[in-house]
């Protein structure tokens, strides 16, 4: 069956522009994740929702990014006003339920800021 | 705040080797753990997955155990290939929390 589609797979975007990043989940899958991944780190937790309910969004790095997940399937994370230490590839994950459950990964977005 | 540590950073061996990829976490409170890999430019391919339940997980020449009074992890590719060559990352969630903690990776390079 299909997998966690991202999209666009890259964007280059001037510094101060807004972006937004889609991700559509596996179909049925309750629980979605957002993670950034810089240049030879791990990946790092942005924010969580399950269904539409956007449970944890510790990992957000500030103010300008934005996530929502409306009617508990397609995501949209946000960037606002980009600046240049936004550059990463942005992951995304879905799993079918909460708890001990696999999360599967999308191809990610990268973006660069200029 | 929990950390992740994977030794060794990068590892190269000839076609055949068995091998041991290692991870551990500064708090090891793990509730589950998964171990993916990462082919350059790519997303991550979930490998296999310990639940809260469970020690341990086989798939093909993969095996994983988790100690959790330790807080380690090791991953054993068995007859190696050079289609092997990859980034592999462990990560672990914990109790009363989705999400996963994420080590730097381990980048293994099979030479035929």
């Known amino acids: 069956g299909a997998g966690v589609s991202q999209s666009p797979r890259y964007k280059v975007a001037k510094r101060g522009q807004d972006v937004a990043l889609r991700c559509d989940p596996i179909?049925?899958?309750?629980?979605l994740f957002w993670y950034q991944q810089a240049l030879g780190q791990g990946p790092e937790f942005l924010t969580y929702?399950?269904?539409?309910?956007?449970?944890?969004k510790s990992g957000l790095p500030s103010d300008r990014f934005f996530a929502e997940r409306p009617e508990g399937s397609v995501s949209t994370l946000k960037i606002q006003r980009t600046q240049q230490e936004d550059s990463a590839v942005y992951l995304c994950?879905?799993?079918?339920?909460?708890?001990?459950?696999?999360?599967?990964f999308g191809p990610g977005t990268r973006l660069t800021v200029t | 705040k929990q950390e992740v540590t994977q030794i060794p950073a990068a590892l190269s061996v000839p076609e055949g080797e068995n091998l041991v990829l290692n991870c551990s976490f500064t708090?090891?409170?793990?509730?589950?753990l998964q171990w993916f890999r990462q082919d350059p430019g790519k997303g991550l391919t979930s490998l296999l997955l310990?639940?809260?339940?469970?020690r341990e997980q086989t798939s093909g020449r993969l095996n994983a155990s988790l100690d959790k009074s330790s807080g380690r992890s090791t991953l054993y590719i068995a007859a190696s290939q050079p289609g092997d060559s990859a980034t592999y990352l462990c990560?672990?969630?914990?109790?009363?929390?989705?999400?996963?903690?994420f080590g730097k990776g381990t980048k293994l390079t099979v030479n035929p």
């Open positions: 994950a879905s799993s079918l339920g909460v708890g001990d459950y696999e999360q599967y």
């Open positions: 179909s049925g899958h309750v629980s």
């Open positions: 929702f399950q269904n539409e309910a956007q449970l944890d």
């Open positions: 708090d090891s409170a793990i509730y589950n």
């Open positions: 310990i639940q809260s339940s469970q």
């Open positions: 990560a672990g969630a914990q109790g009363g929390s989705e999400k996963l903690v």
